[in-house]
């Protein structure tokens, strides 16, 4: 594009605003674009990387976290040759998530400042961001440890930045629903674990699935849920 917009056909900006500027930069090239890509990639990479270190695995696993992704067809090879928005939509998707578990142990003004960024970035990448936000805070929200990191003042914080990028791109409607759909998802979520949980007890035959049974339950309980 020749001009700065808040959307492009059915794609929301941020991508076509990065290689505007790249462009300017530069000069319109395609190792510019191959470079950009090459970024975005990393940054997946790398994400996945962080997350499972907070996750607590160990070398080992963290290493096969990362090595995971080269089973996944879209991102070894359709996102390599022909993918765009959805390649900074993954790298911005799985920052988004190393950041909300790091929130679980340091809640910390500026931390919650970059996942509001994150999300307004997510939300400027590819609109279908927005189910990946949903589901990954109605999930955290299932868990006290996340609950109480999401459930504070200072996410304020956070909604304020991501407004803050997501206005000038023109998707406040999106964003509203994308609100809607949280706190939507957020109460049914632990009514729909409790009833799966209920019917899965009734259903279980003796033996080696009803202790699974009473093992999920115990997890459940931990959690808050059942």
Same mark, same amino acid.
Not at 104 to 119: E, H, N, P, Q, S
Not at 173 to 180: E, I, N, P, R, V
Not at 202 to 218: E, K, N, S, T, Y
């Given at each position: 594009? #020749?001009?700065? #917009?808040?959307? @492009? %056909?059915?794609? !929301? !900006?941020?991508?076509?605003?990065?290689?505007?500027?790249?462009?300017?930069?530069?000069?319109?090239? &395609? !190792?510019?674009?191959?470079?950009?890509?090459?970024?975005?990639?990393? +940054?997946?990479?790398?994400?996945?990387?962080?997350? =499972?270190?907070?996750?607590?695995?160990?070398?080992?696993? #963290?290493?096969? /976290?990362?090595?995971?992704?080269?089973?996944?067809? #879209?991102?070894?090879?359709?996102?390599?040759?022909?993918?765009?928005?959805?390649?900074?939509?993954?790298?911005? /998707?799985?920052?988004? +998530?190393?950041?909300?578990?790091?929130?679980?142990?340091?809640?910390?003004?500026?931390? @919650? *400042?970059?996942? %509001?960024?994150?999300?307004?970035?997510?939300?400027?990448?590819?609109?279908?961001?927005?189910?990946?936000?949903?589901?990954?805070?109605? /999930? =955290?929200?299932?868990?006290?440890? @996340?609950?109480?990191?999401?459930?504070?003042?200072?996410?304020?914080?956070?909604? *304020?930045? =991501?407004?803050?990028?997501? &206005?000038? %791109?023109?998707?406040?409607?999106?964003?509203?629903?994308?609100?809607?759909?949280?706190?939507?998802?957020?109460?049914?979520?632990?009514?729909?674990?409790?009833? &799966?949980?209920? &019917?899965?007890?009734?259903?279980?035959?003796?033996?080696?699935?009803?202790?699974?049974?009473?093992?999920?339950?115990?997890?459940?309980?931990?959690?808050?849920?059942?």
């Amino acid at each position: 594009s #020749q001009r700065l #917009q808040p959307g @492009y %056909g059915p794609q !929301p !900006p941020l991508y076509t605003w990065l290689v505007r500027a790249l462009f300017l930069a530069t000069g319109p090239s &395609l !190792p510019v674009l191959l470079g950009l890509k090459a970024i975005l990639l990393t +940054l997946v990479v790398s994400g996945v990387a962080l997350t =499972a270190r907070e996750m607590g695995l160990g070398t080992a696993q #963290q290493s096969l /976290a990362v090595l995971g992704l080269a089973l996944i067809p #879209q991102i070894v090879w359709e996102d390599q040759r022909n993918f765009t928005h959805t390649v900074l939509t993954l790298a911005v /998707a799985s920052w988004t +998530l190393f950041q909300i578990l790091r929130l679980a142990r340091r809640r910390l003004w500026t931390d @919650y *400042a970059l996942w %509001g960024a994150l999300v307004g970035l997510g939300m400027l990448g590819k609109y279908n961001y927005g189910l990946f936000i949903a589901g990954l805070v109605a /999930a =955290a929200l299932t868990i006290p440890v @996340y609950r109480r990191a999401l459930w504070t003042p200072r996410l304020l914080v956070s909604a *304020a930045v =991501a407004l803050a990028l997501v &206005l000038p %791109g023109g998707v406040i409607m999106s964003f509203a629903g994308l609100f809607l759909l949280v706190v939507g998802a957020a109460m049914m979520t632990p009514m729909v674990i409790r009833l &799966l949980h209920r &019917l899965l007890a009734r259903a279980a035959p003796p033996g080696i699935w009803r202790m699974g049974v009473r093992d999920l339950d115990r997890h459940l309980s931990r959690l808050g849920i059942a």
